[in-house]
């Protein structure tokens, strides 16, 4: 089961050369600088975009080789666009219904009173795309791809042109429904928050070119990309609910590497969750604290230690349990306090983000 | 009103009615290529398309009445079927019609289809539509304000026309005689109360015309969109 894609495309001012396998199951998120090829590539997966030299097989059906090309039409992938894409000539309903009577009855995999209440659009659906607000408009637009059953849905930045208040709510959704549904999906973005709390797998482009491709946590923690040099450059753990303390209203959950405690949450324990932690929030010290206010301490071993974009701070990746954990600390205390790799020593952590998984 | 009259208005209507049916039929394709192509060939078309709009109505019906007379290619080849020459004839009229209400109906249907973009039909592709499915169900539906613009302009047009149903028709009462043309006889023989009441109805049948054409638009307009 996957999406193999070969594509090699050269125009006056940009060039795709990818080569890789994706998965074809979770949600794979493709990021990268804007004009780095990332549209183009979707566009090249739904068939909206015909290149020459391009290899393109979904499980055991090639969408494109030499000799062949299956139109968009039929090679049932959903596609939620950028900006606003409803019809202007039908209703919400309307909209819905395009993709959903365009699929026979057997193979429909999604129903439209699902759809509506995943999305929460019930009180829309008579509306025109013009009576629509941004995220209103996006909305529609999942739940119309979803109900054309597609057994591949692909998201080109689509909470990029949203306010932040519709962009929270959205992702939310689109939490739930990556833990819903059965169908891939592949998320292309430029924001890195989006990406850590949806993406599984997470393909790096850069000028049009495959710079890394793994696991979401492999990835983000490589020291190799670009990437952990970000602002908000941090790692996600996958973590189960363990229990509750409503008396500081706090929850507590396990990770590889021991245990957390979070901000309470109503989730029940058993409950899987991912949580992030920025390395801007990861402090280090030889010896588990004693008094302080810092109530995650986890023990954890030095990986490796790169220069920062900042010359007054390093990164450092520290193993913590099966997981890896970026810390960002000044050059000064990582002489003080003589930090080397292999060195054994404690991850005080001042922020856990808990995102819904 | 004499009945000499009520035919030349009824011969208006007919023509104006099927110069547009078959207008639209043929046009929708050609504005449908044009507005989706962009090559070399799409600018001589639209120059040939948009000759009508500046050629001088007598200078086509003089170009179309020798074509269709016995001694043009088109009269010539239509003789040799066993049909008859079109010079003179309603079929005449139609096609000298049709021609000159050409541009009228192409460019505002191609504009129609050119504002449509090509977004819309990308979605309509991933929801498993095919490319004469996504013509029918997104292009008609989303240039249909287009194409009504289209048939009226060409109704009107063709109500009023002139100078090329006079040269191709030859003012044959009951056969080619337009009621545009009768109002021209009355006028010229001093009849002014017989072009008065031909002339108070054409202008009657375009203004209701236009009425029934904006309202259809106010309708058609999705809320909120500017006019």
């Known amino acids: ?357 | 009103m004499t009945s000499a009259d009520l035919v030349a208005l009824w011969i208006s209507c007919q023509l104006a009615i099927l110069t547009t049916v078959l207008l639209l039929l043929l046009c929708t394709p050609l504005a449908w290529w044009l507005a989706r192509r962009d090559s070399r060939a799409r600018v001589l078309i639209d120059a040939l398309v948009s000759l009508p709009l500046v050629l001088p109505p007598t200078v086509l019906g003089f170009y179309l009445l020798i074509l269709m007379g016995p001694a043009g290619w088109l009269g010539r080849a239509l003789q040799a079927l066993g049909l008859p020459s079109p010079a003179f004839s309603f079929s005449g009229l139609v096609i000298g019609s049709m021609l000159y209400s050409l541009p009228f109906v192409v460019q505002p249907l191609r504009d129609a289809f050119q504002a449509i973009g090509r977004r819309a039909l990308e979605v309509a592709a991933t929801l498993r539509a095919s490319p004469m499915d996504r013509f029918f169900s997104v292009a008609v539906p989303l240039a249909s304000r287009g194409a009504i613009t289209a048939a009226v302009l060409c109704f009107a047009h063709t109500m009023g026309e002139f100078g090329v149903v006079l040269m191709i028709g030859g003012n044959i009462p009951g056969r080619t005689q337009t009621a545009s043309i009768a109002i021209f006889n009355h006028a010229e023989s001093l009849d002014y109360g017989a072009a008065h009441r031909l002339s108070a109805i054409l202008l009657a049948i375009c203004l209701v015309l236009l009425l029934i054409v904006y309202s259809i638009n106010r309708r058609l307009r999705p809320a909120g969109t500017p006019v």
Not at chain 1, 52 to 61: C, E, L, P, T
Not at chain 1, 157 to 177: F, N, R, T, V, W
Not at chain 1, 320 to 347: E, K, M, P
């Open chain 1, 1 to 357: 089961m996957s999406l193999s894609l070969r594509v090699a495309l050269r125009r006056a001012d940009f060039s795709l050369d990818v080569n890789c396998d994706l998965p074809s199951s979770g949600v794979t998120a493709i990021f990268g600088r804007s004009g780095g090829g990332k549209t183009t590539l979707l566009r090249c997966i739904a068939g909206l975009e015909r290149v020459g030299h391009a290899h393109i097989r979904f499980n055991d059906r090639v969408w494109q080789d030499a000799d062949q090309f299956v139109p968009t039409h039929r090679r049932s992938v959903g596609y939620v666009f950028q900006e606003s894409s409803l019809f202007a000539h039908l209703d919400v309903r309307g909209n819905l219904e395009f993709g959903l009577r365009r699929v026979p009855e057997q193979q429909r995999r999604v129903r439209l009173d699902e759809a509506i209440a995943w999305l929460g659009i019930e009180a829309l659906l008579a509306h025109r795309s013009a009576q629509l607000s941004g995220g209103e408009r996006q909305r529609v637009a999942i739940a119309r791809a979803l109900l054309s059953s597609p057994q591949l849905l692909l998201l080109d930045e689509p909470l990029s042109s949203l306010d932040e208040a519709s962009k929270s709510q959205l992702l939310a959704q689109l939490e739930h429904l990556r833990d819903q549904l059965s169908i891939p999906m592949i998320y292309v973005s430029h924001s890195l928050g989006e990406v850590m709390r949806l993406a599984d797998q997470l393909l790096l482009l850069d000028a049009g070119r495959v710079q890394a491709l793994g696991p979401l946590q492999q990835i983000l923690t490589r020291t190799d990309l670009p990437l952990h040099h970000e602002l908000d450059a941090g790692t996600v753990l996958d973590a189960v609910i363990e229990e509750h303390d409503p008396e500081y209203h706090l929850s507590y959950v396990a990770i590889s590497g021991g245990r957390l405690a979070v901000g309470m949450q109503g989730l029940p324990p058993g409950r899987h969750v991912r949580v992030r932690i920025d390395a801007r929030d990861v402090s280090l010290a030889l010896q588990p604290p004693v008094r302080s206010s810092i109530t995650n301490v986890l023990a954890a071993r030095v990986v490796e230690l790169t220069a920062d974009r900042d010359a007054a701070q390093m990164l450092i990746k520290l193993a913590v349990g099966g997981d890896a954990v970026l810390a960002r600390v000044t050059r000064r205390s990582v002489a003080q306090l003589g930090i080397a790799a292999g060195s054994s020593l404690y991850a005080q952590i001042k922020s856990v983000a808990l995102m819904n998984s």
